[in-house]
């Protein structure tokens, strides 16, 4: 039941401007924005492409708050994004300004799943944030059918298309999704997608008729220089030098986001640049408190792998830099477009030396896809390390660490990566990186025992926790999270160190799930190995002819690419800086 407060509330929100200004303090929408908002409440399904930074989660989440108003019976959006950091920020965000909203996502404990979704079908919640892979748990999709779902918003839309340059199986299942929901609009939301991408983002998410709404991916502020350089590092250097402010510094992977941090460092001791790595391989506090660290200012320069940055609210970051270049042009649009998000002069620079980047680029076609034959060992030979027999495993999840399969089964690691991947796409298996295990506990000694061991205070007050959390922790190791996750690591490692209990602390890895039994043989169709092989070799070639070229204006190209073929010079860029002056 509602109380007179909550109605009281929602009377104000009777207009979008009105809800703009009530729950986001706002009194203008940005560009495009109203209109996105507009077709959602008209019940159509709508897909708005806008630039990274543009305002997306206001289109959906203005909507919900006013159809919330209209009909309480229906007041839910049911948001899918693909990451949990960005779901975690923005469900702090909403309840921040007193708005409901949860998240479901991997490793939350079923307790905790359920009562989100009770809060979401009795409670008066207006966002239930969950992953794509979500669907396809009955359980999930049962409960979903009975939620008042008024908006389904897909985030990072272009990943439901084969053609786009981040697809992932788990989204077709959207449209299995919107059976369940009959009526309920879709609002589709993405910063980057070619013109084939738009069509195949509106077939399989089911629209009955075309509606793209868009906004011109042109950014008066943003300033795109090519720098070729032989040494990346003293170039570095002398941009961090030369343009003050927060910077960003993208790196293919972990290992050279370290040794680049120390290097930045070291270079800048004399002028104290404060810099720090990021990638998925920290554990989940440190990654926190170093996100925060430059959010704040308090560090001025991280060095990252794409992991970070995606939905992190910072307007004021004046200069991010490509150390490696990225796959395609929408990978680099995207990264690149979270320099100078509040309007002033920012400059997204990229560094290129051509031969060397030319033949790391070409041999990143092979690494991302290896010989089927190769694809089929690597199924086999983790079927065989996880002890999958044949005609078994369908359902069973691991948690994969790939240095340990790749040592054990003599495999090279980024093409054993790929090939997961791939077989992935193909429908073998369920394999997602990254993926954090909580930790593990069980009590070895009888509860009637435990006197013997002359406990510190601490540690017997954590037992009695764990003893009255987890039923089982005596038999089984139980998957336990607790709020004060140092301390909480310190007072197990001392029980274990007793005997008292078996730990395996919190780590992270990847995490496999058949979803298939382990067969004899495998097939890779051409839709999912031949034909993305050509298109991925197509789009690898679009950044080099970017970082390559010096004729066109840098916006210009990358406004083309997109489909925007009547942009003018920028009069910014490297290029048309060097450009002669018109007659």
Not at 6 to 20: N, R, V, W
Not at 142 to 158: F, G, S, W
Not at 348 to 357: C, G, H, I, K, S
Request: aromatic share 10%.
């Amino acid at each position: 039941m509602y109380n007179s407060l909550f109605f009281c509330i929602f009377a104000l929100a009777m207009t979008p401007q009105e809800a703009l200004h009530t729950y986001f303090r706002y009194d203008d929408f940005r560009p495009l924005q109203e209109e996105i908002i507009g077709s959602v409440l008209s019940g159509r399904d709508t897909l708005a492409l806008m630039p990274t930074g543009g305002g997306k989660s206001i289109c959906f989440q203005i909507p919900t708050l006013v159809m919330a108003h209209d009909n309480p019976e229906r007041r839910l959006c049911l948001v899918i994004t693909p990451l949990i950091a960005l779901m975690k920020d923005q469900v702090e965000n909403l309840q921040a300004r007193g708005i409901h909203a949860a998240a479901v996502y991997t490793g939350m404990s079923y307790d905790r799943q359920r009562v989100a979704l009770d809060n979401c079908q009795y409670g008066p919640y207006h966002f239930l944030y969950c992953s794509p892979e979500r669907l396809e748990s009955e359980d999930f999709r049962r409960r979903l059918a009975q939620l008042p779902v008024c908006l389904i918003a897909v985030d990072e839309a272009h990943c439901i298309s084969q053609w786009g340059y981040d697809f992932r199986p788990s989204y077709l299942h959207i449209a299995a999704i919107r059976k369940l929901l009959p009526g309920v609009p879709v609002l589709a939301l993405t910063a980057t997608a070619t013109p084939e991408t738009i069509e195949d983002i509106q077939a399989k998410l089911g629209f009955s008729t075309p509606n793209v709404l868009r906004r011109s991916f042109h950014r008066d502020n943003l300033q795109y220089i090519v720098r070729r350089t032989d040494n990346k590092p003293e170039q570095i250097a002398h941009i961090l030098s030369r343009v003050p402010g927060s910077a960003i510094i993208y790196v293919r992977n972990r290992k050279r986001a370290e040794e680049l941090s120390e290097a930045i460092t070291a270079m800048g001791s004399a002028s104290a640049i404060s810099c720090d790595f990021y990638h998925a391989g920290l554990p989940t506090q440190e990654r926190h408190a170093r996100q925060e660290a430059w959010k704040e200012g308090r560090t001025r320069v991280i060095v990252a792998t794409n992991a970070f940055g995606m939905g992190i609210d910072k307007p004021d970051v004046r200069l991010v830099i490509h150390y490696d270049l990225p796959s395609c042009i929408e990978s680099y649009y995207q990264e690149a477009g979270r320099a100078g998000r509040d309007g002033l002069t920012a400059y997204a620079v990229l560094l290129f030396n051509e031969q060397e980047d030319k033949a790391k680029m070409r041999k990143r076609v092979g690494d991302s896809y290896p010989p089927k034959e190769f694809v089929e060992k690597v199924y086999h030979n983790t079927c065989d390390f996880l002890q999958v027999g044949a005609g078994s495993g369908w359902g069973h999840s691991f948690t994969l660490h790939m240095d340990q399969l790749c040592r054990v089964m003599h495999l090279p690691v980024l093409q054993t990566y790929s090939a997961l991947h791939l077989l992935s796409q193909a429908g073998y298996i369920f394999f997602e990186e990254e993926h954090e295990t909580l930790p593990r506990v069980r009590i070895n000694v009888p509860r009637h025992s435990l006197g013997e061991y002359n406990l510190s205070r601490e540690q017997a007050e954590m037992l009695d926790l764990l003893m009255r959390r987890y039923a089982g922790i005596f038999t089984d190791l139980q998957y336990v999270r607790e709020a004060d996750e140092q301390t909480t690591h310190r007072l197990l490692v001392s029980l274990a160190q007793r005997g008292v209990i078996t730990y395996i602390p919190r780590s992270v890895g990847s995490r496999l799930t058949f979803t298939r039994e382990r067969e004899a043989e495998i097939y890779l169709s051409p839709s999912v190995y031949d034909e993305r092989q050509l298109r991925y070799a197509e789009k690898i070639k679009s950044m080099l002819e970017y970082a390559g070229q010096t004729q066109f204006c840098r916006e210009q190209v990358l406004l083309g690419y997109f489909g925007e073929t009547n942009a003018v010079p920028c009069g910014h860029c490297d290029v048309c800086r060097e450009m002669p002056p018109m007659p």
